[in-house]
């Protein structure tokens, strides 16, 4: 399955989703400013062999600026259902191969990096992604990079 990447200009946010109904409605326009980046990265069904599940979460104190953070690890997963901020829609969204602790991933597969916008814009927002040379924007963007290795890699999608 494709995860698709869409932007909302007035809010500097990204958002990321791999669901067909939600697809559906961004790209019609039913939430409003939200635009495909043209980006996206492949992932599994939940409870693919080899891969682990994604938490999906929603931020609930930012208003309208609210946004989603997935992570595929149980660890943090269980630390971000303690956050009050943070609502869990899903333990699995989708799944995805993990890199290891070195941030390297798999033969057939393919980094994706996460990245944290700091709080900018009086709200978090994360951006995943598999495109190594958008780190370099994100981070003179002032945005962090996060997960494993020197890259930040958090998932590895498939090929």
Known sequence: ???????????????????????????????????????????????????????????TSFGERSSHFYTPFVTECAIVKQNVNWMLESEAVFAIPVPDL???????TTPVFRYYNNGQGAAPNHR???DPALRTVMLQRG?????????????????
């Open 128 to 130: 995943y992604t598999i």
């Open 1 to 59: 399955m494709d995860v698709i990447e869409y932007y909302h200009a007035a809010w500097d946010h990204y958002f990321v989703t791999a669901i067909a109904d939600e697809i559906t409605k961004l790209d019609a326009g039913v939430f409003v400013g939200w635009t495909r980046t043209g980006l996206k990265f492949k992932a599994y069904a939940a409870g693919a062999a080899g891969s682990a599940n994604v938490c999906r979460f929603f931020s």
């Open 143 to 159: 945005w962090i990079s996060e997960g494993y290795g020197d890259l930040g890699v958090i998932m590895c999608a498939p090929l």
């Open 102 to 108: 070195a941030g390297t991933c798999v033969a057939g």
